[in-house]
């Protein structure tokens, strides 16, 4: 089940930042969430 969380993006060098809902895919073979 993947999971979604808040967090700030900046799309660039210099750019505006934006507090975005992103989903977290559930991790893969060999992989961890953290």
């Known amino acids: 089940m993947s ?3 808040r967090g700030v ?3 660039g ?3 505006p930042v ?3 809902t992103i ?3 559930d991790p ?3 992989e961890a969430v953290v």
Do not use: N, W
């Open 3 to 5: 999971h979604q969380v």
């Open 9 to 11: 993006v900046a799309r």
């Open 13 to 15: 060098k210099g750019a």
């Open 18 to 20: 934006t507090v975005e």
């Open 23 to 25: 989903t977290v895919p």
């Open 28 to 30: 893969g073979p060999g």
